[in-house]
């Protein structure tokens, strides 16, 4: 199991464990062709950044909330458990197969080219779509931090056409900026990513110590339902508000997906995964239970449609309500940047594989950078043209972003499911692995396959949850009745496309080999 304590900064790495690391590699396939330039906080960093509990707690808080009521919170350590079970599970694949492209070279070594390639896909199209979400945050903070923010209109809400084309031009210059980071070279990448996730910590532990300093009831008011509990049938509310944790609690696999860049990764990355899921876990948990004892009232309606921004400019006064907001603002641009710089390196390993149209482009890595330039400005253009969408049908956008984390969950689903019909057939074939020093590499041994199973079990029920017509979900207002049926009518959508892009006999895959 994973440490409670951060990773210490690395320091310089010696070339024999680089030279080891490369050999490593061409043993799984690969010619070392990325910069490996990522020690254990920069591996860390990666997939905390990617989940950023600051930016996603900050908007999603008032969706829990105003489902489920205070009691809402215990969704948050079911969803924890679930996910940490499915970690686990890429622990050990992370430990055998230190592979950009996890998600892909994973489902790809357990289910065949199919199921990896389909994985793969899924993946792209929800990251895509989860950093235009991440971007559009921008409008909720910027316009608060100074009004010079708001460059059209006086309206900031992002359901207004003046909030809502401000938040295509913010979050176009942002990605503009993390685009540009991304292909200059990972170095640069990993020291903003690691600046921002302490900026990100640091913002964690002041707003719960605020929350806890001002708070205006005991930590008992995680039992109290709220007005939904007044009615018949809470638990399927309390299911609904699940939803909040369950958008929250994906993405600490990026280590995984980093792994060519990193130093050791065989040790680093299923340590890293871990602990990125963990420790926001923790620090998410506690900042929800905070809010909901420092909040000026339960039943007001304010924290049910305004969330953790209520409960901040209630208690906080300027200047430091403004460096909290600041501090988010940061949190959002390294989210945006790490879910960007996650499926670059996803594509570039399909287009490696000659797996993706135009994969002779999208694989060419810059020799001066290190970095895989061109899948870095694609996902850039595509995360822009999601975010055109906004401007015509704020509904729609919300609805997209809401049915992309269905993708992530089936994307890591098809990972599962296939590691588990291998654990059945005797896999880890070689047992226990070690590393090229003799140190044994992370394994669940003889749990493997009950935690498999219950990653499948929680994967399969949350896949259902996320995905269920839900109108007060997809339709709250309810002009759109098609919108009701997202879920299922996107994920169809994407395996048609899929279907069409799905290159057939014009590439061969490298072998792939089990006992690794």
């Given at each position: ?16 464990i ?65 996910q ?54 921008l409008q ?27 938040a ?12 540009t ?35 205006q ?21 309390w ?13 600490f ?7 060519e ?24 948990g ?105 401007v ?44 090229a ?29 996320l995905s ?49």
């Open positions: 199991m994973s440490s409670t304590t951060l990773p210490a900064p690395e320091g310089p790495t010696s070339p024999t680089s030279s080891r690391d490369h050999s490593d590699l061409a043993e799984l396939g690969y010619e070392q062709q990325l910069h490996r330039k990522l020690g254990k906080f920069a591996s860390f960093a990666a997939g905390f950044s990617f989940v950023s509990i600051l930016t996603t707690i900050f908007q999603l808080f008032a969706l829990g909330f105003s489902f489920g009521g205070p009691a809402f919170f215990f969704t948050w350590p079911l969803v924890f458990l679930g940490f079970m499915v970690a686990l599970n890429f622990a050990e694949l992370a430990a055998r197969y230190p592979i950009s492209g996890a998600i892909y070279q994973w489902s790809r070594r357990m289910g065949g080219e199919i199921v990896g390639w389909f994985a793969g896909w899924f993946m792209i199209i929800a990251q895509i779509v989860t950093a235009s979400a991440a971007a559009i945050a909720v903070v910027l316009p608060s931090i100074w009004s010079g923010f708001q460059l059209v209109g006086d309206d900031p809400a992002l359901t207004s056409p003046s909030g809502a084309t401000n295509v031009i913010l979050g176009s210059v942002l990605l503009v900026m993390t685009t980071i991304n292909s200059i070279g990972v170095n640069w990448m990993a020291r903003i990513n690691s600046i921002g996730v302490t900026c990100e910590i640091v913002g964690v532990i002041a707003l719960v110590l605020v929350f806890f300093t001002h708070a009831r005991g930590p008992q008011v995680v039992l109290d339902t709220g007005a939904p509990g007044t009615e018949s049938g809470y638990i399927w509310a299911i609904v508000s699940g939803l909040m944790a369950a958008y929250v609690m994906v993405g696999g990026s280590a995984g997906e980093l792994a860049e990193t130093h050791n990764p065989r040790r680093v990355a299923p340590r890293t995964i871990r602990l990125a899921l963990s420790a926001s876990a923790l620090g998410g506690v900042m929800i239970v905070g809010a909901l004892m420092a909040a000026p009232s339960l039943t007001d309606g304010n924290l049910a449609t305004l969330g953790l921004p209520y409960v901040i400019d209630s208690i906080l006064t300027s200047p430091w309500g403004t460096v909290l907001l600041v501090d988010v603002a940061i949190a959002v641009f390294i989210c945006t940047l790490a879910i960007q710089t996650a499926a670059t390196r996803l594509m570039f390993s399909m287009a490696r594989d000659g797996r993706l149209p135009g994969s002779k482009l999208l694989c060419t890595v810059n020799p001066r950078t290190g970095t895989p330039i061109a899948p870095a400005v694609l996902i850039g253009l595509a995360c822009i043209a999601v975010l055109a969408v906004n015509g049908n704020a509904a729609l956008f919300t609805t997209l972003t809401s049915v992309c984390i269905v993708l992530i969950y089936l994307a890591y689903l098809m990972v599962t499911v296939p590691l588990l019909v291998q654990r059945l057939k005797g896999w880890p074939n070689g047992g226990i692995a070690f590393d020093e003799g140190n044994k590499l992370f394994t669940l041994g003889r749990v493997g396959v009950p935690v498999n199973l219950v990653a499948v079990l929680y994967g399969g029920l949350m896949v259902i949850n269920w017509p839900r109108a007060e979900i997809f339709n709250p207002t309810g002009e759109f009745p098609l919108l009701q049926w997202a879920a299922p009518l996107t994920v169809l959508a994407v395996v048609i496309a899929g279907i069409a892009c799905f290159p057939r006999g014009k590439t061969h895959p490298r072998p792939v080999n089990l006992g690794a």
